[in-house]
């Protein structure tokens, strides 16, 4: 049986921890490739903590990141991959736009988490979303590199922004991560150059862990929350 894969397209390197280090940690104990696709390592806008340092470089502040990313990614139990496209601002070529597509063809994922459509504190955050949701329709264009099959139609979560009411974003589907939080929890803590985050974002899983209970009349402490960007397709209700 082949093994199921997710594709995680994170504009920084700290993102997928924050937002979607439960699904990732759940589905990967349950045997799934998840793969994390870091556009950038957060090295001019998220690492505030380590430019205090005056003599600290870019090519230092990567390092740094990457490591920590690397260190997380591992404890979650996926794979990680950085493609260096800078950060503040994220800009990208039509042959890394074409690369992203070629991941989609390769690894043929179930599902694709990513940014919301908006933030207006953080401009990276909806290209990101942008470069993952074109990526997909070209990696189904039969016309693109007609000698790869191309995928099928894989549904698309957006995780939760930092400030969601700001970045017109909804919960529209929880999911229960009480049973990996101290993994999300533990990769929490590689993330040194964002220490003020930890607190917050447990904040945050508590909170829609008692949404998700009170939604669903199950027991849940930790959950994450999901915008769903296409029609969810099933048999039943």
């Known amino acids: 049986m082949q093994q199921k894969t997710a594709l995680i397209v994170s504009a920084h390197a700290a993102d997928f921890v924050w937002r979607a280090g439960g699904a990732v940690a759940l589905y990967a104990s349950r045997g799934w490739n998840v793969h994390i696709l870091c556009l950038s390592f957060g090295e001019r806008g998220e690492s505030a903590k380590l430019w205090k340092d005056p003599t600290i470089t870019l090519d230092a502040v990567k390092q740094v990141r990457r490591a920590e990313a690397e260190k997380a990614a591992a404890i979650l139990g996926a794979s990680v991959e950085f493609l260096d496209c800078g950060d503040y601002p994220l800009r990208v070529s039509d042959e890394i736009l074409m690369g992203i597509a070629d991941r989609y063809r390769s690894l043929r994922p179930e599902f694709v988490l990513t940014h919301s459509f908006r933030d207006p ?43 969601p009411e700001q970045c017109e974003w909804k919960p529209e ?59 969810r397709v099933a048999d039943a209700f």
């Not at 953080?122 to 016309?143: K, M, S, T, Y």
């Not at 790869?148 to 979560?157: C, L, N, R, T």
């Open 121 to 163: 504190y953080n401009f990276d955050h909806p290209f990101a979303n942008h470069l993952a949701l074109e990526a997909r329709v070209i990696a189904q264009a039969h016309g693109h590199r007609p000698d790869v099959p191309v995928i099928g139609a894989p549904p698309v979560f957006l995780f939760e922004p930092h400030q």
């Open 173 to 231: 589907m929880f999911l229960d991560i009480s049973s990996v939080w101290e993994k999300k929890y533990e990769a929490f803590k590689t993330m040194d150059a964002q220490e003020h985050l930890w607190e917050y974002y447990t904040r945050v899983g508590l909170q829609r862990g008692a949404q998700a209970a009170r939604n669903s009349g199950q027991k849940i402490k930790y959950a994450e929350a999901y915008q769903c960007v296409y029609p």
